[in-house]
């Protein structure tokens, strides 16, 4: 009885642990991109793929073996991040007739979510949310409405935050013309670092080399001996 397939099977035992492991899914294009930079920076190659089905939706993958430290790393730098919603998502979904408070607090949010959109679109920015004060009318006093107000928090890299403070004119107008009545003097813009990316410390070499080269002798010894064993039983064979 031959026992020669032993060889290729445990290669093929070897290189089963390739390939790669999807690690998030249904991610936007600008969410799969800034997963794939947070990943690149630290070491880990990753790859972004397009769902099937979908023109919208993003998977990423790793090379197996790598997801739990994939994870920490996009953990620390709280990825991926949420996008705000806009008008195609707010009033993209079917559901009952909303009251007239209800249709004006979805349309506040859809804007908002819009304009939101649009400032992070801007080089260096990492986040972005604006706020819309738009007061109605008074019912018990027509005519009278207090002056409208908004408010935009920017969250920029740090080597990116002197070219968006030079923007904040522009911001101001950007804000106010999607608002009747808005004025650029009544937006509030507030512009700050995001805080730098907590760095996952690996495990140093030096604590994990005995056991890396115990291991890989091993491999060696075993893969000698049964190259060894398996020359011996053909010589022996007629």
């Known amino acids: 009885m031959t026992t020669r397939p032993a060889l290729p099977v445990l290669c093929l035992l070897l290189l089963a642990g390739c390939g790669d492991e999807p690690l998030l899914h249904d991610l936007a294009e600008r969410q799969a991109n800034e997963v794939l930079v947070a990943l690149d920076e ?137 608002a009747e009545g808005l004025l650029p003097e009544a937006v509030a813009v507030v512009i700050a670092e995001a805080t730098p990316a907590a760095t996952v410390t690996p495990v140093t070499a030096r604590r994990w080399a005995p056991w890396l080269a115990g291991l890989a002798a091993l491999g060696s010894a075993g893969l000698g001996a049964l190259a060894w064993r398996e020359r011996r039983r053909a010589g022996e064979s007629p």
Not at 44 to 59: F, H, P, S, V, Y
Not at 80 to 94: D, K, M, T
Not at 115 to 123: H, K, N, Q, T, Y
Request: hydrophobic content about 40%; charged content about 25%; aromatic content about 2%.
């Open 42 to 178: 630290e070491g880990l190659a990753a790859t972004k793929l397009r769902q099937d089905g979908t023109e919208a939706a993003w998977t990423v993958t790793v090379p197996r073996g790598q997801g739990g430290k994939a994870h920490r790393v996009l953990s620390a730098r709280q990825l991926p991040r949420s996008r705000p919603q806009g008008l195609g998502e707010v009033f993209g979904a079917g559901g009952m007739v909303p009251t007239p408070v209800e249709e004006r607090a979805r349309w506040l949010h859809a804007i908002s979510g819009e304009l939101a959109r649009s400032v992070e679109a801007i080089d260096g920015v990492i986040e972005a949310r604006v706020h819309l004060g738009l007061p109605s009318d008074d019912p018990l006093h027509p005519g009278t409405r207090a002056a409208p107000r908004a408010a935009i928090l920017v969250k920029c890299r740090p080597a990116s935050c002197g070219a968006v403070r030079g923007l904040e004119p522009g911001l101001r107008s950007l804000v106010a013309g999607a």
